[in-house]
């Protein structure tokens, strides 16, 4: 056991309590989207409490998402202050995460932090060559004249908009 | 189900050559991009692959040699011009997109799972590709000259995507695998499509590699598969216990 310094906060004892764990996890940022929880952008899928120990099932955003293991490792640390248990991180792949599981609160934050959330709805079923992409928001002036620069971004989740017109670049988190 | 795995790393290999040397930056990233998301589809298919077999991903990825590889061939020749990469892409992107929807319907409820979730972004990844086929095909007399010749030298590597190996046979039939022969019909349909709006001509010579079950699935290779794995394995290889 690693000393306790006196002015950290003593980790809890007992049996994991559910609502702490959601709440700690809750406090968990994607390192790729500080803005939004784990919680909000719909990767934590379950929490599962018994006596002994605690049971959370995540899922990816995108099976090659380089932030997948950080995030385990920090949601795994975020319940590990809030029960003395064993922690367990699972994996689930089905149903597959769809951009549709972001909280309408964090929707509002990604395009407060200047990343256009994503249209509802997700990709949608359909193969298409020329798929929709009009009337999405610039983050910064509100406008709906913006257009598509890539449709890839700075990370797995996300494209490169702009907008005609206050001429700001901007990240569109990509539906899906 | 290392067919499939190897399909995804050996391309995402591939597209990772191409890291900083992208034609634009935004071309640059996309290609990183999708071979990212083949690199953890791959991930996702090896990790099921080492549950049944006992061996873990990174002995998969670093430690078979060519002919332990069960890849398509088209996803194994080098990169070769922009045009030669991003038809190599489409073609692909079409097939893969059309096996994984038969997969998400797999009565294997692990292989369906991987499949819904690839599903998604390789529908993304076909969009893009489809895309700078039309745009090269029907841009400057260059670019189409230089997309026909990228798809006159890749056909011949189509055909072994549509071939059933005798060994799938009885996993098709349970449900579990997808059947690639069924697969013919609109990925033609669809390449057929898009080459017409790209103004290009499907390359009429009928021969195809690998046919007579001597093709990437059986381990049967060209000699770009071993020059590849040399680099991307060659790390593991010289220092096995390494980490960083």
């Given at each position: 056991m690693t000393p306790v310094l006196p002015d950290e906060p003593l980790p809890r004892r007992g049996p994991p309590d559910p609502r702490l764990v959601w709440r700690a996890l809750g406090t968990v940022a994607d390192p790729e989207l500080p803005a939004v929880s784990i919680v909000e952008l719909g990767i934590v899928r379950g929490v599962e409490c018994t006596a002994d120990e605690c049971i959370v099932t995540l899922t990816p955003t995108?099976?090659?998402?380089?932030a997948t293991r950080v995030i385990e490792a920090d949601a795994r640390a975020a319940v590990a202050s809030v029960t003395d248990r064993r922690v367990r991180m699972l994996t689930a792949l089905a149903p597959a995460w769809r951009s549709?599981?972001?909280?309408p609160e964090a929707r509002r934050k990604l395009a407060a932090c200047g990343i256009a959330p994503p249209r509802p709805?997700?990709?949608?079923?359909a193969i298409t060559m020329?798929?929709?992409?009009?009337?999405?928001?610039?983050?910064?002036?509100?406008?709906?004249r913006t257009e598509e620069v890539?449709?890839?971004?700075?990370?797995?989740c996300k494209a490169q908009h702009r907008c005609r017109d206050c001429l700001e670049p901007f990240d569109y988190f990509k539906p899906h | 189900m290392l067919h499939l795995a190897d399909n995804d790393l050996v391309l995402a290999q591939r597209l990772g050559e191409w890291v900083g040397r992208g034609p634009a930056l935004e071309e640059d990233i996309a290609s990183t991009n999708v071979g990212l998301d083949l690199l953890g589809q791959a991930r996702l298919w090896l990790a099921y692959a080492g549950e049944i077999d006992g061996r873990s991903e990174d002995r998969f990825a670093y430690f078979r040699d060519s002919g332990e590889f069960r890849n398509l061939l088209l996803v194994e020749q080098?990169?070769?011009?922009y045009a030669d990469t991003l038809a190599r892409q489409y073609l692909f992107d079409q097939w893969h997109v059309l096996l994984l929807a038969q997969l998400?319907?797999?009565?294997d409820a692990r292989v369906a799972g991987i499949a819904t979730k690839a599903l998604t972004e390789v529908r993304y990844h076909v969009e893009r590709s489809a895309g700078w086929v039309i745009r090269l095909g029907d841009g400057t007399a260059l670019s189409h000259a230089r997309m026909q010749a990228a798809l006159d030298a890749l056909w011949?590597?189509?055909?072994?995507?549509?071939a059933v190996a005798a060994a799938e046979r009885a996993l098709i039939d349970a449900g579990i695998?997808?059947?690639?022969?069924?697969?013919h019909a609109p990925w033609l349909t669809a390449v057929q499509r898009v080459l017409a709006e790209a103004t290009l001509a499907i390359p009429d010579d009928p021969w195809m590699q690998g046919g007579n079950g001597r093709g990437g699935k059986q381990g049967?290779?060209?000699?770009h598969l071993s020059r590849m794995l040399a680099e991307m394995q060659v790390l593991p290889r010289t220092y096995p216990e390494a980490r960083w």
């Open positions: 995108y099976s090659g998402c380089p549709d599981w972001i909280a709805g997700g990709a949608g079923p020329t798929p929709d992409r009009s009337a999405i928001r610039c983050p910064h002036c509100g406008s709906r890539a449709r890839f971004g700075s990370t797995a | 080098p990169n070769g011009n998400s319907m797999s009565c011949m590597y189509t055909g072994e995507m549509f695998a997808a059947d690639a022969g069924a697969l049967v290779h060209t000699e």
